[in-house]
């Protein structure tokens, strides 16, 4: 049986070790303390309690639903997969459609393809991975009857 490991202990030294078998470690260069054997897990139990806090910490923190940011403007282009919109100021802004989508004229559910240019919406977006804007819900008005 081979293993490795690395340890770093509180005050600065580590010892980085090969264990191939019972009675058989390898030092492989690292630094032990003058109490601890080659092969001796010099490994402090605090350390992998603070190791797991910390990582648990951080998932909770990216993990965090972000409400979805709100957009208005009228359709500028539109596909199964891509919706483009022009915001009042001129922009253009584009969102992915995907199986997740919702699109709604007023409370009926509708394809993309029944979206029309020119034709006012309000989009509910998330962001992924800081680039691409992912269209959450897109609301047209209905339509008039006249």
């Known amino acids: 049986m081979r293993f490795y490991f690395m340890s770093r202990l509180a005050h600065g030294w580590s010892a980085c070790v090969e264990v191939v ?49 709100s957009f208005s403007g009228t359709v500028h282009g539109v596909s199964t997969k891509q919706i483009t919109i022009e915001k009042d100021d001129g922009n253009l802004v584009d969102f992915d459609i995907d199986r997740k989508t919702r699109i709604l004229r007023g409370d009926k559910k509708i394809p993309a393809t029944d979206l029309e240019t020119g034709e006012v919406v309000t989009i509910e977006a998330r962001e992924v991975m800081g680039k691409f804007l992912i269209a959450v819900t897109i609301t047209a008005q209905p339509k008039s009857k006249d």
């Open 21 to 69: 078998g019972e009675g058989e470690n390898r030092d492989l260069g690292g630094w032990l303390p003058g109490n601890a054997n080659v092969g001796e897990n010099v490994f402090q139990p605090n350390m992998l309690v603070r190791t797991v806090i910390v990582l648990l910490v951080a998932g909770l923190v990216f993990a965090q639903k972000i409400p979805p940011a």
